[in-house]
């Protein structure tokens, strides 16, 4: 940012504020340290914005409204908006920034009357090749459109959006269309009618970018205008759309039926839009067919319910059993919220038969997006069909080969127990979780632990404790830190899912052999359990049986388990001082041995061990 061309500047002396001193008058006060701190931190920002390095020119434009703050408002209309001008042919990371933070700039100008000022920068950056660049420009450019005075929407907005509409380049008319919504509704019936004119035309642009981004302004653009004009000239570019050369623009078209039949009456919607859907929903690209099923249910609940039943479920089922694995994909995650509009019959009848086909589907995915939705299927449905159709497919899918298959439906076993209840599964359900805790991939592993306490709940403790206990300590020793680290808050929520006496019992036994185990490891994991556990267990059994266990590791001979140890001290100190019958252990056990560790021959032990006393 310069100001004068020809003589160089510092920093400071730009900025006009007074030269900052070294603070040798030693009766400055802390507020004017302070201030001349900022000062020199906005200096810095403004330094900043000519950097060589793009990474610095970032951080300053993250920072615009501070530096606009600094400057105030006649220097940021006379200087900083000049210098920002510049930087358009910075690269594509820093205009994407700039693109977003010259929308928060209004408020610093002066008054809404000098909004406009900002319009000729993100006008350039609407312009430019990389996309993400130009939707941050429109939408800066969509939220000042709002707060423009209404002459300098005439005046300024409008020439722009034309520019920007006629332009040579399609990246310019690509970024027009976004704007034509937010600007309709500030302008008078016959400007209306002109933008109306001008976004058909980019509609019908050459350019299928151009048409594409169209297609994905048209809903937007749809809700402002009056239902006269989108049966007149709005249905028409629908028509265009849904008809495009181009499967990128067509299935767009899936999303403005939306706003279309939400707009319309039930009427218009079966003679008006239903040949539109039922094209699209029969279109030779599967990309197109993979949107409209990817939007069937909102599509559905646009058009109404009469018109769902009698229109929608041969589509629906075609889409179950589409050739494409996409596309059945999309289907099969919207089975529940499509049966949820139609009769039960229907369901029982229709849908069920291909639910039974999806579970035996070549693509993974279909199974496994089927596999999330069919638990709710059960509680539409009710016990009866659910027992004689879908629970032949729970128990198949809970041996399917894909593990997300299996973890999605016990990640819903909830749903599940409602409706037959949990029993009738358990005897398919206990392999296939044996078989997904000791799946290779650890991210499966450390999902099915998630579950854990959920099937606890379901299982009750007696039965939890017979078949899957022995599986959740055995997590405490797995190879990966991730599942060790997940095993121990896994213990923590069975101890509030079964209670202390349970834990007590059950648990704290087992954990406390692992204390002498000769992989050190396996010793430590101990000290995070019984850390994470004592905030759900009561007193007088942290007391009892945890504490012991904590301080007699203090003895160990690794130092990452005696600083360990000393940072479980730390966290159980407010337990004991919570409670006025315990506070006594801070000092005849907690203190001494963090007193001993204080003086330990490893500086981490020694550390964490002060820390600990401070908190004494």
Same mark, same amino acid.
């Given at each position: ?66 530096? *606009? ?106 970024? *027009? ?84 039949? %939400? ?13 539109? @859907? ?5 279109? %030779? ?16 609940? *646009? @058009? ?16 179950? !059993? ?25 369901? &029982? ?70 409706? &037959? ?26 999902? &099915? ?13 007696? @039965? ?33 899912? @079964? ?87 801070? !000092? ?29």
């Amino acid at each position: 940012m310069e100001i004068d061309t020809n003589t160089p500047q510092s920093t400071t002396e730009f900025m006009d504020e007074d030269p900052v001193n070294t603070f040798a008058n030693s009766g400055s006060t802390e507020a004017q340290r302070r201030e001349q701190d900022d000062l020199f931190a906005v200096a810095l920002l403004i330094d900043e914005l000519r950097h060589d390095d793009a990474q610095y020119r970032l951080n300053a434009i993250k920072n615009l409204t501070v530096i *606009a703050q600094a400057l105030g408002p006649e220097r940021t209309r006379n200087e900083l908006l000049p210098f920002l001008q510049e930087c358009i042919d910075d690269e594509d990371e820093v205009l994407l920034v700039l693109a977003e933070e010259l929308g928060n700039l209004a408020e610093y100008l002066g008054g809404h009357e000098y909004t406009y000022l900002l319009l000729v920068p993100l006008e350039n950056i609407a312009a430019v090749e990389e996309n993400s660049v130009r939707e941050k420009a429109v939408a800066s450019l969509c939220r000042l459109a709002t707060i423009l005075p209404s002459n300098d929407i005439a005046t300024y907005f409008l020439p722009l959006l034309k520019r920007l509409s006629l332009g040579v380049w399609f990246t310019s008319r690509t970024s *027009a269309v976004g704007l034509y919504a937010a600007v309709y509704s500030r302008v008078s019936p016959i400007v209306q009618a002109e933008l109306r004119n001008m976004f058909s035309q980019l509609v019908r642009d050459d350019s299928p970018m151009v048409r594409r981004s169209a297609a994905k302004a048209l809903k937007s653009f749809a809700v402002e205008l009056s239902k006269e004009d989108l049966l007149g000239g709005g249905l028409e570019l629908l028509q265009l759309l849904a008809q495009d050369s181009q499967d990128s623009v067509r299935l767009l078209a899936a999303e403005d039926i939306v706003a279309f039949g %939400k707009i319309f009456d039930e009427d218009e919607n079966q003679n008006l839009l239903l040949p539109i @859907f039922h094209a699209l929903a029969q279109d %030779k690209s599967w990309r197109v067919r993979y949107m409209v099923a990817s939007e069937y249910v909102l599509i559905a609940q *646009a @058009f109404g319910p009469s018109i769902v039943k009698e229109h929608f479920t041969e589509s629906f089922l075609n889409f179950l !059993s589409d050739p494409e694995g996409e596309v059945r994909t999309a289907a099969a995650g919207r089975i529940t919220g499509y049966a949820q509009l139609i009769d039960k019959q229907v369901v &029982i009848g229709r849908l069920l038969p291909c639910v039974k086909n999806l579970v035996a589907d070549e693509n993974q995915h279909s199974r496994a997006a089927l596999a999330k939705e069919v638990s709710g299927l059960a509680l539409i449905v009710g016990q009866e069909p659910t027992m004689e159709y879908l629970l032949p497919t729970f128990l198949q899918q809970l041996t399917d080969d894909f593990p997300d298959v299996r973890l999605n439906i016990i990640s819903s076993l909830d749903e599940i127990n409602k409706a &037959i209840g949990v029993e009738r599964l358990s005897q398919a359900l206990l392999p296939a979780i044996h078989e997904l805790s000791e799946d290779k991939q650890w991210r499966i592993r450390l999902a &099915i632990i998630e579950h854990i306490p959920l099937l606890a709940k379901q299982f009750g403790p007696q @039965f939890f404790e017979e078949k899957l206990l022995d599986l959740c300590m055995g997590w405490l020793r797995d190879k990966v830190f991730s599942i060790r680290e997940a095993a121990t808050a896994n213990l923590q929520r069975l101890t509030h899912v @079964f209670g202390a006496a349970w834990a007590q019992e059950a648990i704290i036994p087992k954990i406390q052999k692992m204390a002498v185990d000769d992989n050190y490891l396996h010793r430590m994991i101990v000290i995070f359990a019984l850390t994470i556990m004592a905030e759900a267990l009561p007193i007088d059994t942290v007391r009892d049986s945890v504490m012991p266990t904590v301080i007699e590791m203090s003895n160990d001979p690794i130092p990452n388990i005696r600083f360990n140890v000393a940072k479980s001290l730390e966290t159980m100190i407010p337990l004991f001082k919570q409670n006025k019958a315990t506070a006594t252990l801070v !000092s005849s056990l907690a203190r001494p041995t963090l007193e001993k560790l204080s003086g330990d021959t490893d500086g981490d032990v020694r550390f964490f061990a002060n820390r600990a006393l401070e908190t004494i």
